[in-house]
T-cell receptor
Framework: EAQVTQNPRYLITVTGKKLTVTCSQN?????MSWYRQDPGLGLRQIYY???????DKGDVPEGYKVSRKEKRNFPLILESPSPNQTSLYFC????????????????FGQGTRLTVV | GENVEQHPSTLSVQEGDSAVIKCTYS??????FPWYKQELGKGPQLIID?????GEKKDQRIAVTLNKTAKHFSLHITETQPEDSAVYFC???????????FGTGTRLLVSP
């Protein structure tokens, strides 16, 4: 089954304690990205990756790191979490766009609800 | 950069009625416009999309229209059912950059 898998689904942590949220996809997608979802703000992109070893900042990258050592995995790292990073996080993946006849559909994971106290 | 506005933020309809959600975008270079449905506790799921070379697309009870000149696009759901209740997001993308920019979402409630 084609899917994007995030872990953990729920996480409560304390300010300053480093954490990693994992994301894995089994569709051989080149493009992966992380979003955070906050009430009234929709989904905002944190970081994205066009392919292995190629990553770049999205709209709200402060306080986050990512890596893309393998095509299927794209972990999100919070080196020193703060309460303003309490949010619902989604990983997504898709094929690189190759024109109007190539499927660019983005598949999303189930989400990780993070609470930083 | 791209900015997407979505209205209304909440929409309540009776079962069988139609529902319309509207979005506007700012970047005329955007050429791909997907719509996502997010059910409680789940990630967004693509329900329909449209590229800038067409003006309308239908899939059973759902349809999307695009007006490139006015830079707005809409989702139409006919004969709504309670299982259509969810949060719907529109998005816009310039496929050259492959970055999806989302609207703020519409909570649709379909009452039996």
């Amino acid at each position: 089954e084609a899917q994007v898998t995030q872990n953990p689904r729920y996480l409560i942590t304390v300010t300053g304690k480093k954490l990693t949220v994992t994301c894995s996809q089994n569709m051989n997608h080149e493009y992966m990205s992380w979003y955070r979802q906050d009430p009234g703000l929709g989904l905002r992109q944190i970081y994205y990756s066009m392919n292995v070893e190629v990553t770049d900042k999205g709209d709200v990258p402060e306080g986050y790191k990512v890596s893309r050592k393998e095509k299927r995995n794209f972990p999100l790292i919070l080196e020193s979490p703060s309460p303003n990073q309490t949010s619902l996080y989604f990983c997504a993946s898709s094929f690189r766009d190759r024109g109007p006849f190539r499927n660019t559909e983005a598949f999303f994971g189930q989400g990780t609800r993070l609470t930083v106290v | 950069g791209e900015n997407v506005e979505q209205h209304p933020s909440t929409l309540s309809v009776q079962e069988g009625d139609s529902a319309v959600i509207k979005c506007t975008y700012s970047d005329s270079a955007s050429n791909y416009f997907p719509w996502y449905k997010q059910e409680l506790g789940k990630g967004p799921q693509l329900i329909i999309d449209i590229r800038s070379n067409v003006g309308e697309k239908k899939d059973q009870r759902i349809a999307v229209t695009l007006n490139k000149t006015a830079k707005h696009f809409s989702l139409h759901i006919t004969e709504t059912q309670p299982e259509d209740s969810a949060v719907y997001f529109c998005a816009a993308m310039n496929t050259g950059f492959q970055k999806l920019v989302f609207g703020t979402g519409t909570r649709l409630l379909v009452s039996p």
